[in-house]
C-alpha cells in the first residue's frame, strides 16, 4: 500500500473516455492508491496529487479540448509530478494489436506536461451516441466498443507499479 493520492482527469464528449478513467481509477485502488477520477473541466489545481492520469478523446484526429485546456492550465505544477496520458479513439482493434502513438496534438502536451508515457486504448461509438456525424458514421459500420478492459487494467497496473518504486 502506497497510499499516495493519484488524479485520473478525463475529457469526454460521449462518456467513453470517462469510461477508461473509471476503469483505471478503480485498479489505482485495488492497487493501495487513493485515486480520484474528475472531469478535466472540474480540475482547477493539481497541486493536491501526487501523480495524474490524464486521458481525451480523440475526434478528427484531435484530442480532446477539455484534456488539452487542463493540460495547459495546469503546466507547471504537471512538469513536477509523475504525469501519463492517454487517448481514446479507434472503433477496430486496432489498438489492441499495437501501440498506436499519440497524434501530433498529444505528442505536444506530453512535452508541454512532461509526461512519462501516453497510450492509446480503442472508443466506443454507440447508437446512444447523439450527433449527425455519430449516426452517419454507424450506417457505415464504424460502430461497437472497442475498450479492452484487460489492457486498461493492465496500463493502470504498470502506473501503481512505478508509482511504488518511486
Ligand atoms: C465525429 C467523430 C470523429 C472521430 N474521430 C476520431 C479520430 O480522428 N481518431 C480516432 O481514433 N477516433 C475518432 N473517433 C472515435 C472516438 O474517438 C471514440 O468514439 C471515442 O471513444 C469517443 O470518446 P467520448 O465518448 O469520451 O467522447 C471519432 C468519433 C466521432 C463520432
Known amino acids: 500500500m502506497t497510499g499516495k ?11 467513453a473516455t470517462a469510461g477508461i478513467a473509471e476503469r483505471i481509477g478503480t485498479t489505482l485502488r485495488e492497487d493501495g492508491l487513493d485515486a480520484v477520477v474528475l472531469p478535466a473541466d472540474d480540475v482547477d489545481d493539481v497541486r493536491d496529487y501526487d501523480a495524474v492520469v490524464l486521458g481525451g478523446a480523440l475526434y478528427a484526429g484531435h ?3 477539455k484534456a488539452k485546456r487542463c493540460a495547459q ?4 505544477s504537471l512538469r513536477r509530478r ?7 479513439g479507434p472503433l477496430d482493434r ?15 502536451q ?9 497510450k492509446t486504448f480503442g472508443g466506443s461509438l454507440t447508437a446512444a451516441t447523439p450527433g449527425l456525424l455519430a449516426r452517419s ?3 457505415q459500420g464504424k460502430g461497437g466498443d472497442f475498450r479492452d478492459p484487460d ?7 504498470h502506473i501503481s507499479a512505478e508509482l511504488a518504486a518511486a
Do not use: C
Not at 493520492?5 to 462518456?15: N, Q
Not at 506530453?110 to 501516453?118: F, I, K, T
Not at 489492457?151 to 497496473?157: L, N, T, V
Open 151 to 157: 489492457r486498461i487494467r493492465s496500463w493502470a497496473h
Open 110 to 118: 506530453m512535452q508541454l506536461v512532461g509526461a512519462r508515457e501516453h
Open 63 to 65: 484530442w480532446s479540448g
Open 94 to 108: 486496432s489498438a489492441e494489436e499495437r501501440d498506436i502513438p499519440p497524434v501530433p496534438a498529444v505528442a505536444r
Open 73 to 76: 492550465r495546469n503546466a507547471d
Open 137 to 139: 458514421m454507424l450506417r
Open 82 to 88: 509523475p504525469v501519463w496520458l492517454f487517448s481514446s
Open 5 to 15: 493520492r493519484v488524479l485520473v482527469a478525463y475529457g469526454t464528449k460521449h462518456g
